[in-house]
């Protein structure tokens, strides 16, 4: 059968973004399945059958900074996966991780605030606090936004600035998802902003294999939260279900992307040097 990927295809454009050769491809293939399952067998020993550490984990939910700061042992690397202890210092490491992740989303907040702010005052200049949309007819309502052109170039706006918000937040988790793992690694916060080692990082990675480990994590990510939300559609009692499920598979699916997260980034560690063993001295030899 023909190889669907030829050879020479990626050798020719491989000095673009490290696009690999189809035998590392397929290696690769097997490499994300190794860190996957690495990741899921890590989460599930983390917590089955450990009853009493699962629920501290779900009341570490509650006070958030915990289960952050749980989170930044793990991106350091710690296997099995760590106990909780030593309180005080896992809700202050959860604390730093919350102000690393709090300042790599501030320019989405900002343009997110900027997008909706002045559709709502053109909103309320227009008057709009005192019409009845909910009387109104499809003609009366589109009548009335025909009438206020002001709103249709706010609503044009917002879309522009949601698009931009949406394309910054896909550039600023290709640096926050190793910036993040860095912090933890190295104990200081400066040190997730510090973009040339994050870059470096990257690259001993690779480009192509960084960015399709994103793009895994992210679908797992939304495939999560589908399977969670098919609860909520139960009649009558779905929100409650949701809630209660949530709460009990969140721990686990925290553990398995911290862990996978540390697994990327020691992708990029130098490889240690490795001594050579000693020769025992040949007969004769003094």
């Known amino acids: 059968m023909q190889d669907p990927f030829p050879n020479q295809f990626f050798r020719r454009y491989s000095f673009i973004v490290d696009i690999p050769t189809v035998e590392e491809y397929r290696v690769l293939v097997m490499s994300f399945g190794t860190m996957l399952d690495d990741s899921f067998s890590y989460a599930k020993a983390g917590v089955w059958g450990k009853w009493k550490h699962w629920l501290f984990l779900i009341i570490c939910l509650i006070i958030f900074p915990l289960i952050l700061g749980y989170m930044v042992r793990i991106y350091r690397g710690e296997k099995p ?3 909780l202890k030593e309180w005080g210092t896992l809700f202050i490491d959860g604390l730093k991780l919350l102000a690393v992740s709090l300042i790599y989303a501030l320019p989405i907040i900002l343009l997110v605030i900027a997008a909706f702010l002045p559709l709502i005052s053109t909103f309320i200049s227009a008057g709009a606090l005192s019409v009845d949309f909910a009387a109104m007819t499809e003609a009366q309502t589109e009548q009335w936004m025909t009438s206020h052109p002001q709103i249709l170039s706010a609503i044009g706006t917002m879309f522009i600035l949601l698009l931009v918000a949406v394309i910054i937040a896909i550039v600023i988790s290709i640096f926050s998802f190793i910036g993040s793992v860095r912090f933890a690694r190295t104990g200081r916060i400066g040190e997730g902003f510090n973009f040339s080692e994050i870059l470096a ?4 990675i690779g480009w192509f294999t960084y960015i399709a480990a994103l793009i895994i994590i992210g679908a797992i990510g939304v495939i999560f939260w589908v399977l969670l939300h098919i609860f909520s559609l139960i009649p009558v009692i779905g929100q409650i279900v949701y809630l209660i499920v949530m709460i009990v598979l969140y721990p686990p ?13 020691e992708c990029g560690e130098p490889a240690s040097a490795t001594v050579p063993a000693e020769q025992p001295p040949t007969q004769g030899n003094i």
Do not use: D, K, N, W
């Not at 990082?201 to 001993?204: A, T, V």
């Not at 699916?253 to 980034?265: K, Q």
């Open 201 to 204: 990082q990257i690259r001993r």
């Open 81 to 83: 996966a760590p106990e």
């Open 253 to 265: 699916f925290v553990m398995f992307t911290s862990r996978y997260a540390a697994l990327v980034y």
